[in-house]
């Protein structure tokens, strides 16, 4: 569907239109957001990317609820947004329609007070029980160094019932030294009827954080949002400062920015490969070299950026600083050793029955619901959804060096472990190719700050990135960088039930999401 489509079947209901660089952005009222969008999502299969509030009470006395649809064959966005009367902050949910913006109306309701009526859990999100009600962190009057009281609010979690129905409780505290998470299971026997999650035990208050910096001061947080994607959450934030400002990014530092990532999708995919492999299944000789091999990558990236985490050089107009030919042939060749190495792994653990078995048929995500519950990168493609931001909507050097795009039908998690293995080829052909084409002469232009709004996306080895940035008075007024993480997190709830209690370690690790990209 084009926009001209788009105008012409909501023509009574548009009451303003504009478009500015990639997006599109179409204003309704509150009464129509939700007919809109469900005609968007459900009859036309637009995807739904985001959604997130701003609040506008200094200027016109509301707050904002915005909608991002991507629309893949034109290469742009959509955004339809409405504004809600901050003397009666509500507006009809969404969700009643499109699963797939359960949280980030609940997110949106914690957030600013604005609240989605008939949305069928209303819980909070993020608060959770310390949180006093009524608290709204970004809202503007809200300051960020606040000293709240803690509270003691009730957070029920679903239960089951009947003859031999347990609950078993897991963290929030773990075993390991991974963030807190809370998982709880309803089972019969081994068998899972249920699995809930709870999580948000650490917000850090990174949106609230980031009004009112520059943009330059506001990206050491942007790369810390979760350390093991720090270049592809830079380089969505970048995206973004650069599109508002009109920057014109050199060619080579979109070339280096390509190669960054890509190391970054090589690092953790290995990871992931010994983990799931490994920490999964409990066959420790996947895990035991896999993480060898990946201390090779990160040594790697210690060498070319200064720390171990792909951290530093991408910054608004380009790069901090250049890679010389000599570094980036040595980045050509520790990866593709690196590669060559894990392969032999992996043939060997693809080549045990034991394994296979462990893999096959466990944590299946049926087309429907990764379409339903808005799921996004890896996972995504591993039920048979063809979406990848390197395509969709081309950034760095992707639009002149295009990849394949791999997808797998059986949608368990033997299909994203064979996925990662397959991506880290294609990432390898992309870098190679980079590398012997690599384009002489600037890495960095000027970014001058400017005001308006921008959106940066990035397909993180994770999945899409999305950073919604606004400027103003030279400033940050608005900026939500959301993570992959957010998308996929609720998909335990359909990928859980059917399996044993063992399975769940190894369904966690095939998606392999974080807590601190989650919880801003």
Same mark, same amino acid.
């Given at each position: 569907?084009?926009?001209?489509?788009?105008?012409? %079947?909501?023509?009574?209901?548009?009451?303003?239109?504009?478009?500015?660089?990639?997006?599109?952005?179409? %204003?309704?009222?509150?009464?129509?957001?939700?007919?809109?969008?469900?005609?968007?999502?459900?009859?036309?299969?637009?995807?739904?990317?985001?959604?997130?509030?701003?609040?506008?009470?200094?200027?016109?006395?509301?707050?904002?609820? *915005?909608?991002?649809?991507?629309?893949?064959?034109?290469?742009?966005?959509?955004?339809?947004?409405?504004?809600?009367?901050?003397?009666?902050?509500?507006?009809?949910?969404?969700?009643?329609?499109?699963?797939?913006?359960?949280?980030?109306?609940?997110?949106?309701?914690?957030?600013?007070?604005?609240?989605?009526?008939?949305?069928?859990? +209303?819980?909070?999100?993020?608060?959770?029980?310390?949180?006093?009600?009524?608290? *709204?962190?970004?809202?503007?009057?809200?300051?960020?160094?606040?000293?709240l009281e803690k509270a003691?609010?009730?957070?029920?979690?679903?239960?089951?019932? #009947?003859?031999?129905?347990?609950?078993?409780?897991?963290?929030?505290?773990?075993?390991?030294?991974?963030?807190? #998470?809370?998982?709880?299971?309803?089972?019969?026997?081994?068998?899972?009827?249920? +699995?809930?999650?709870?999580?948000?035990?650490? *917000?850090?208050?990174?949106?609230?954080?980031?009004? #009112?910096?520059? !943009?330059?001061?506001?990206?050491?947080?942007?790369?810390?949002?979760?350390?093991?994607?720090?270049?592809?959450?830079?380089?969505?934030?970048?995206?973004?400062?650069?599109?508002?400002?009109?920057?014109?990014?050199?060619?080579?530092?979109?070339?280096?920015?390509? &190669?960054?990532?890509?190391?970054? /999708?090589?690092?953790?995919?290995?990871?992931?490969?010994?983990?799931?492999?490994?920490?999964?299944?409990?066959?420790?000789? &996947?895990?035991?070299?896999?993480? /060898?091999?990946?201390?090779?990558?990160?040594?790697?990236?210690?060498d070319v950026c200064g720390?171990?985490?792909?951290?530093?050089?991408? !910054?608004?107009?380009?790069?901090?600083?250049? &890679?010389?030919?000599?570094?980036?042939?040595?980045?050509?060749?520790?990866?593709?050793?690196?590669?060559?190495?894990?392969?032999?792994?992996?043939?060997?653990?693809?080549?045990?029955? =034991?394994?296979?078995?462990?893999?096959?048929?466990? #944590?299946?995500?049926?087309?429907?619901?990764?379409?339903?519950?808005?799921?996004?990168?890896?996972?995504?493609?591993?039920?048979?959804?063809?979406?990848?931001?390197?395509?969709?909507?081309?950034?760095?050097?992707?639009?002149?060096?295009?990849?394949?795009?791999?997808? %797998?039908?059986?949608?368990?998690?033997?299909?994203?472990?064979?996925?990662?293995?397959?991506?880290?080829?294609?990432?390898?052909?992309?870098?190679?190719?980079?590398?012997? %084409?690599?384009?002489? =002469?600037? &890495?960095?232009?000027?970014?001058?700050?400017?005001? =308006?709004?921008? +959106?940066?996306?990035?397909?993180?080895? /994770?999945?899409?990135?999305?950073?919604?940035?606004?400027?103003?008075?030279?400033?940050?007024?608005?900026?939500?960088?959301?993570?992959?993480?957010?998308?996929?997190?609720?998909?335990?709830?359909?990928?859980?039930?059917?399996?044993?209690?063992?399975?769940?370690?190894?369904?966690?690790?095939?998606?392999?999401l974080s807590y601190s990209?989650?919880?801003?």
């Amino acid at each position: 569907m084009n926009i001209q489509e788009i105008t012409k %079947k909501f023509d009574k209901e548009i009451l303003a239109m504009s478009e500015e660089r990639d997006v599109i952005s179409l %204003k309704v009222s509150r009464d129509d957001l939700a007919k809109v969008s469900t005609v968007l999502v459900n009859e036309h299969k637009l995807p739904l990317s985001l959604l997130f509030g701003t609040d506008n009470r200094k200027e016109n006395g509301t707050f904002g609820v *915005h909608v991002i649809f991507s629309l893949d064959a034109q290469k742009k966005w959509l955004k339809i947004s409405a504004e809600v009367p901050s003397g009666d902050p509500q507006y009809l949910s969404l969700t009643a329609t499109i699963m797939a913006t359960h949280w980030y109306e609940r997110y949106l309701r914690d957030m600013f007070g604005v609240t989605p009526t008939g949305h069928p859990d +209303l819980r909070r999100l993020v608060h959770h029980e310390n949180i006093p009600e009524n608290t *709204h962190p970004l809202q503007k009057d809200f300051q960020w160094n606040a000293k709240l009281e803690k509270a003691n609010v009730e957070y029920p979690m679903h239960h089951v019932s #009947g003859e031999g129905i347990f609950e078993i409780p897991v963290g929030p505290i773990h075993a390991g030294i991974i963030e807190p #998470g809370h998982f709880r299971f309803n089972v019969a026997g081994e068998r899972i009827l249920t +699995l809930e999650g709870k999580l948000f035990f650490t *917000h850090k208050g990174v949106e609230k954080l980031l009004e #009112g910096k520059t !943009v330059n001061d506001a990206l050491p947080f942007v790369e810390r949002i979760s350390g093991d994607a720090s270049a592809a959450h830079a380089l969505a934030y970048c995206e973004a400062v650069e599109k508002i400002c009109g920057c014109a990014v050199p060619k080579r530092a979109q070339m280096l920015r390509a &190669i960054l990532t890509e190391c970054e /999708r090589i690092t953790m995919h290995i990871h992931d490969l010994a983990n799931i492999g490994g920490m999964g299944t409990g066959y420790s000789f &996947i895990a035991a070299n896999g993480f /060898r091999i990946k201390e090779q990558m990160m040594r790697l990236s210690q060498d070319v950026c200064g720390n171990r985490f792909w951290r530093g050089l991408i !910054v608004p107009g380009g790069m901090k600083k250049d &890679i010389s030919q000599e570094t980036l042939e040595k980045i050509q060749k520790v990866a593709n050793s690196a590669w060559k190495e894990m392969d032999r792994i992996v043939a060997i653990a693809l080549d045990s029955e =034991g394994f296979l078995d462990r893999l096959q048929y466990t #944590g299946e995500l049926p087309t429907e619901s990764a379409q339903a519950f808005g799921a996004v990168g890896l996972p995504a493609r591993a039920s048979m959804i063809e979406r990848d931001v390197r395509k969709d909507h081309p950034y760095a050097s992707f639009a002149e060096f295009p990849i394949e795009i791999i997808t %797998k039908k059986s949608h368990d998690v033997f299909a994203r472990y064979r996925m990662r293995a397959k991506e880290i080829e294609q990432s390898l052909i992309l870098i190679d190719t980079l590398v012997s %084409k690599i384009a002489k =002469g600037d &890495i960095c232009e000027k970014c001058i700050a400017r005001d =308006g709004f921008a +959106l940066g996306a990035v397909e993180s080895w /994770r999945g899409e990135i999305l950073c919604a940035l606004e400027i103003k008075n030279g400033v940050i007024e608005r900026c939500y960088p959301r993570d992959p993480s957010f998308c996929n997190w609720a998909l335990f709830g359909i990928m859980g039930p059917g399996n044993i209690v063992p399975d769940f370690p190894l369904i966690n690790k095939s998606l392999n999401l974080s807590y601190s990209g989650n919880d801003l």
